[in-house]
């Protein structure tokens, strides 16, 4: 296959065009290619490409050359290629016509090419003017810091006291010292101290239960909660990735983790029958209830199996030979090898794997003490695919790539192409090499990590021989109380599954639900009076279970312990005939779990014991519920390691919070859209869309409701000749059937795209001395752009923040401008919108729009018809 970074990879040094120059390389590779237009020669010789070469270039024909890419002409055709008699490292190839401004890919497919050197970016407008440096940008720049929520209106030393208070709440909910002769609390009155100063200078310059408004328990706030669907929640578990270092496997059979596996934070005292303190791995039968040393251990388990390998402990990102190089913001794959002494190996990923990215030194320093603990994230493969580079072997030199000279002799670096989801694309740039003048080249700077598994808190019990009470008298509903205090509230799965034991089989990969969405972490397993074994499962209530269904409602109380309530063979099955059950249950929750990176140290061996049903054997038991008949083993893990901190840990609701919120959601949120302004409300509800206008009109027989939509993608728009836009066929028909169930009866409702308006302005500057024009004139055309910038700022008409009927000011485009460093004045000497002659736009200082209507300024020199910018500079260097 053909190997690229495909752009998201950014390297400041080319290495790799150095390895191919040298004579010995069989391979040759592109150099650069440019473009020129002969109109007065012959018809097939008028539009030529250059194409210089490292090395002079193979015999190329015609159908071995492709020109890919552009956006209104696309499909060029290459009609000749010849030698040029005057420089032997270069090729002429023919088009059968011109492209447009966009940028094009020259594709070249020929045995003596290196495949990734084969293809070279060019533009056919590179000759016009332009004021703009043609340099390339790095994309990777630091993520923009995190600012934490303020209080803009504090003004003087009581709110600033209050602010610094919220703000460590926030941080340390669990820090509640109030003495004013505590540190902390005296470190806080001197900042807002110090806030107020600045601001003055800133001036100078049973019948309880039985009603909403006084019941006392959670239970009962819950049922008058859900009478007004205010779902009161319970909390949920925290949520992390662990990753395991292992040691070699002594025998072929699979490694696992299976899901379920505990871990829990570091033990300092050795556990019962043991002279020191435990290794990484606790034995299966390490009892967490009665082990004094495991006493206040925090225990997480893991969601999912995984498969495991030691050659995945740590890998390599191919960076095809060249250094300073990143994984840029919004990467989402990258080409995978590993080391084994000075022999490099593929690893053996499968799409549904997780793979941890870390920054393992310093780029600065090289130290591995210096490395940013945050420069760390888990992403989740959809597709993976082999991969080589043939211009390099496959060992080690000196721990640096050994080129490639004879291919007969020597294999290609083996590769592994891994593609991870959209949901996981970078949200920062990851450095893979640097150049320091303190250090010199580091190399690597970030790695990958496999044997990565999703986990959660909470620590699986059982119990045994319990009995449920059978309801009577007022009360029917048969019940069933659990000792344990603290059942957990996880991130659950539409319809889990349990295997013929009883274990759950379905793997959690979704932990990022909100509290209001988790579910108990509890099932059942019965023995009924004829011997049948029949499994349970908890639903958040019994209102949608029918007559069969194994259904039961877990409801916590004030002091944390929580009863199963039954159905009544309506809602939800009766327990009838039932001997005994053994519930299968976790506990651990809220906050407690939100731990921080590396808390977990250790892991438990699986015990398949805690889920067998001696009284009904089912045969052969694997690690893998799945698979019963699997051949898979423990992994021999050397280390457990939590790269991220465990996050998402929600205490339970409390009364006074129901109490307060509840009588006002029912008001809050509306199902039901009588006004046009009704209909903007409920469109917008939908995350993707960014604005909405509604009207009602009169269609002869009846009232129609038309609702125009303004989509955040513009991919969710179809574009129609003369600049016009309608909404995608599938995105209409979603947003028809989501905006459907508010419609009243006696309507129709009809969907549209929003109309957007094309804009032309002419501005021109005076630059300031000491700055330079083209750059000056970019950052302009920056801050005015459709796009959004590098750091999270947006430009000025960046589509998704503008709005129906939202007048375009001139006062505003100039701050904009002028906000610019290195404008020292602009003057704007057209503007008005792009199909239509200027009027008094410019006295009047706005582009008046209709109530349907957006504006829009792409700046695309392939659609003009997108509105229009033009720059004009003086002054400056």
Not at 30 to 59: I, M, N, T
Not at 198 to 220: I, K, N
Not at 279 to 295: R, S
Request: hydrophobic content about 40%.
């Amino acid at each position: 296959m053909v190997l690229s970074p495909g752009g998201e990879m950014w390297c400041e040094d080319d290495r790799r065009s150095g390895v191919l120059l040298d004579a010995a390389h069989p391979l040759n590779g592109l150099d650069y290619v440019e473009f020129r237009r002969d109109l007065s020669a012959p018809a097939g010789q008028q539009f030529r490409l250059e194409a210089h070469f490292l090395k002079p270039p193979p015999a190329l024909t015609a159908g071995e050359a492709e020109v890919l890419g552009g956006v209104r002409i696309v499909g060029l055709r290459v009609l000749d290629v010849e030698p040029t008699g005057g420089d032997p490292l270069q090729l002429d190839l023919f088009l059968d016509r011109e492209g447009d401004f966009s940028t094009y890919v020259l594709a070249l497919s020929h045995p003596d090419l290196d495949p990734e050197r084969a293809q070279a970016r060019f533009s056919f407008k590179a000759g016009c003017p332009s004021d703009f440096d043609c340099r390339m940008v790095d994309p990777c720049v630091p993520r923009a810091p995190d600012e934490p929520d303020l209080d803009y209106l504090a003004k003087d030393y009581q709110s600033f006291r209050r602010l610094f208070l919220d703000l460590v709440a926030v941080r340390n909910p669990d820090w509640q010292e109030r003495l004013p002769a505590d540190f902390g609390i005296a470190l806080v009155e001197m900042l807002a101290y110090v806030g107020d100063y600045l601001s003055y200078l800133q001036d100078a310059g049973p019948g309880t239960e039985s009603f909403f408004e006084t019941c006392l328990h959670r239970v009962s706030m819950q049922r008058h909660a859900r009478l007004v669907d205010y779902p009161m929640h319970d909390g949920r578990n925290a949520a992390t990735f662990v990753q395991f270092d292992l040691d070699p496997a002594p025998d072929p059979a699979r490694r696992v983790v299976p899901a379920g596996t505990r871990l829990c934070t570091r033990i300092a005292r050795p556990l019962v029958d043991a002279m020191a303190p435990p290794g990484p791995v606790l034995p299966a039968e390490a009892d967490f209830d009665t082990d004094p040393a495991l006493e206040g251990a925090t225990v997480f388990e893991t969601t999912a199996l995984i498969g495991a390998d030691a050659a995945h402990n740590a890998l390599r990102v191919h960076t095809f030979g060249d250094a300073d190089c990143c994984l840029a913001r919004g990467t989402r794959q990258a080409f995978l090898y590993g080391i084994a002494g000075d022999q490099l190996y593929r690893p053996a990923f499968s799409a549904g794997d997780y793979l941890l990215l870390e920054e393992l030194r310093s780029p600065v320093t090289g130290a591995v003490a210096d490395a940013d603990p945050t420069q760390r994230a888990v992403v989740r493969l959809e597709a993976v695919d082999d991969a080589e580079d043939p211009v390099f072997t496959d060992q080690l030199t000196g721990g640096a790539l050994t080129p490639r000279h004879a291919p007969g002799a020597e294999d290609p670096l083996p590769l592994q192409r891994v593609i991870w989801r959209v949901e996981d694309a970078l949200d920062r740039s990851f450095c893979l090499s640097s150049e320091s003048p303190l250090a010199g080249n580091i190399s690597p700077v970030s790695i990958m990590r496999g044997n990565v598994a999703p986990a959660d808190h909470g620590r699986m019990l059982r119990r045994d021989g319990l009995q449920i009470t059978a309801g009577t008298g007022r009360w029917p509903l048969a019940e069933l109380a659990l000792s344990e205090p603290g059942l957990t509230r996880q991130a659950g799965v539409p319809d889990p599954r349990l295997s013929a034991d009883g274990r759950p089989s379905s793997d959690r990969h979704d932990l990022a639900a909100g509290p209001r969405e988790a579910v108990p972490a509890i099932h059942l397993r019965s023995v009924q009076s004829g011997g049948a074994r029949r499994f349970w499962t908890a639903v958040p209530h019994l209102g949608d279970s029918g007559a069969y269904d194994r259904h039961f409602v877990a409801e916590t109380d004030n002091d944390g312990l929580t009863a199963l309530r039954f159905g009544d063979d309506v809602h939800g099955r009766a327990p009838r005939n039932v001997e005994e059950v053994s519930a299968f249950y976790r506990v651990g929750s809220g906050r407690r779990g939100n731990l921080s990176a590396g808390a977990l140290v250790h892991a438990v061996a699986p015990d398949l014991s805690f889920w067998a049903d001696p009284d009904a054997p089912v045969g052969p038991v694997s690690l893998d519920p799945g698979d019963p008949d699997a051949d898979v083993a423990f992994a021999e893990i050397a280390r457990v390691r939590q790269p991220l901190p465990a996050e998402g840990g929600t205490d339970p609701e409390t009364i006074a919070a129901v109490r307060a919120l509840a009588a006002e959601e029912i008001k809050a949120i509306q199902f039901r859209a009588v006004t046009p302004e009704d209909w903007q409300v409920m469109a917008l509800r939908d995350p993707s869309v960014a604005a909405a206008k509604a009207r009602f009109r009169w269609v002869g027989s009846w009232h129609c409701v038309f609702v125009a939509l303004h989509p955040r993608d513009p991919g969710n728009l179809i574009r129609l000749p003369g600049g016009g836009v309608r909404l995608g066929d599938d995105y209409a028909a979603t947003m028809g059937a989501y905006l459907q169930r508010f419609k009243l009866a006696g309507s129709d409702l009809a969907l549209r795209a929003a109309q957007y308006v094309p804009l032309e302005i002419d501005i021109r500057l005076c630059i300031a001395p000491g700055h330079y024009r083209g750059q000056v004139l970019q950052a302009v055309a920056e801050a005015l752009s459709s796009r959004e910038l590098p750091g999270g700022k947006k430009g000025f008409f960046y589509l998704p923040d503008l709005d129906f009927g939202q007048d375009i000011h001139l006062s505003r485009l100039y701050a904009a401008v002028e906000a610019v460093g290195g404008v020292e004045s602009a003057e704007v000497t057209l503007f008005k919108r792009y199909w239509d002659v200027a009027g008094d736009e410019l006295e009047r200082g706005r582009i008046a729009l209709g109530d349907f209507e957006i504006a829009r300024l792409d700046n695309d020199p392939n659609f003009p018809e997108n509105g229009v910018l033009r720059l004009a500079a003086v002054g400056g260097a």
